[in-house]
């Protein structure tokens, strides 16, 4: 397989993550997520500090700089442009939202209890303004760089970077089977 550096990315909730991680098993090669570059991680409260473009991109840079294989899932566009001729193909993941809010109510309250996401919780306000703007993804207008239309749009303009569309929701060895499938007729 010719495809060793991939990267994942698509509408909130939608398991670009999960699988970003499947398949860099597949590849056995090491896996990023964008997230852990946008965000300050190690805060006792998640998600309220985001590092500046530029330092993110040199630190996601450094981390893939003299590899020959990586998947990378989540949102570069708007900052990371700059890393995408470093890629092989992408893949584009998008699920209504009513799926995509339902998977980040239970992976979140698995993740940090649901008492910490409900009201009066610590995260509460966090994670209500979080779900506001996965349920804007989709009507997001074309100059909101992480919104559908303008992923959408940027897409339909590529010329040179292969790019899955995955738009089903399957469970995930499925899921990984088909765009692994897909991966190999590139």
């Known amino acids: ?3 060793r550096r991939l990267w994942i990315f ?11 991680r499947a398949l860099a098993e597949r590849l056995n090669v090491p896996f990023f ?5 946008y965000w300050f991680t190690d805060d006792p409260l ?52 009513e799926v995509r809010l339902a998977r980040i109510r ?12 409900a009201p009066g919780g610590d995260l509460s ?18 100059e909101r760089q992480r919104g559908r239309m303008a992923e959408i749009s940027w ?7 292969p790019i899955l569309r995955s738009e089903e929701d399957l469970p995930l060895a499925a899921l990984t089977e088909k765009i692994w499938s897909q991966l190999l007729q590139l």
């Not at 698509?10 to 970003?20: E, S």
């Not at 630190?59 to 890393?83: I, K």
Request: proline share 6%; charged share 20%.
């Open 106 to 117: 239970q992976r979140e309250a698995a993740r940090y209890g649901p008492a910490r996401i």
């Open 46 to 97: 998640p998600y309220r500090r985001k590092r500046n473009a530029q330092h993110r991109l040199q630190l996601l840079a450094q981390d893939l700089s003299g590899r020959d294989g990586f998947v990378v899932a989540g949102a570069l566009l708007g900052w990371g442009e700059s890393l995408l001729m470093h890629f092989d193909a992408a893949v584009y993941r998008w699920l209504p939202a």
């Open 33 to 37: 997520d964008t997230d852990d570059y």
């Open 155 to 161: 897409i339909e303009r590529q010329t040179t970077l």
């Open 1 to 3: 397989m010719h495809i």
């Open 125 to 142: 306000a966090v994670f209500e303004k979080f779900l506001h703007w996965v349920e804007q993804y989709d009507t997001a207008p074309p």
């Open 10 to 20: 698509g509408a909130p909730g939608a398991g670009v993550t999960t699988l970003g």
